[in-house]
């Protein structure tokens, strides 16, 4: 199973406070009827949703029967529009508002192709879990090195790098 970094699961709870959209379950709270029902449809059509970690669902039916909504794993955003279908989520590359009545989240993907759902009153949830999820799990440590000063050599007085052990002119050893 993919597990999410505690800092990225952290990242979502934080923003999961300032969600405007109600009934959105988070991580560990999802769970329930309308889930289940949205899992076995998934199930069925063999997505490998078992191997991931699940981030962000919601329901979209009226009635809570779970037959309509999306899903976002740790790998994968899922969602029902005509038929379940499924982006991966590091291939998203941005996203943003759309349609004729900005009615539709347009997600642009790495190879350009361009996928449009009706989803615009939950773009700031959306787009805040992809961002997490597409950030990178470890931060490289960047070895900062001094500047090298310049001095003057005391035996030749000629100008030279401080980093170096001797005068590169006179071979004067440093001190």
């Not at 699961?9 to 991580?27: C, E, M, P, T």
């Not at 700031?124 to 900062?144: G, P, Q, S, W």
Request: glycine share 6%.
């Amino acid at each position: 199973m993919s597990k999410l970094a505690q800092k990225k699961r952290d990242l979502i709870l934080g923003s999961h406070i300032n969600f405007k959209a109600k009934g959105i379950l988070v991580l560990d709270d999802i769970n329930g009827k309308p889930f289940e029902t949205f899992k076995n449809i998934l199930v069925k059509r063999n997505s490998p949703i078992s191997n991931e970690e699940l981030v962000f669902f919601k329901d979209l039916t009226w009635f809570g029967s779970g037959e309509e909504g999306f899903l976002i794993t740790s790998e994968y955003f899922y969602y029902y529009q005509w038929g379940f279908k499924v982006i991966k989520i590091s291939h998203i590359r941005e996203l943003k508002i759309g349609g004729l009545l900005n009615e539709n989240i347009i997600f642009t993907l790495e190879n350009g192709q361009t996928i449009s759902i009706w989803l615009s009153k939950f773009f700031d949830e959306v787009k805040a879990v992809i961002e997490i999820l597409n950030t990178v799990d470890t931060i490289e440590e960047i070895e900062i090195k001094p500047a090298s000063v310049q001095i003057q050599c005391l035996g030749c007085k000629a100008i030279i790098r401080s980093d170096q052990n001797f005068c590169e002119y006179c071979r004067s050893p440093l001190l």
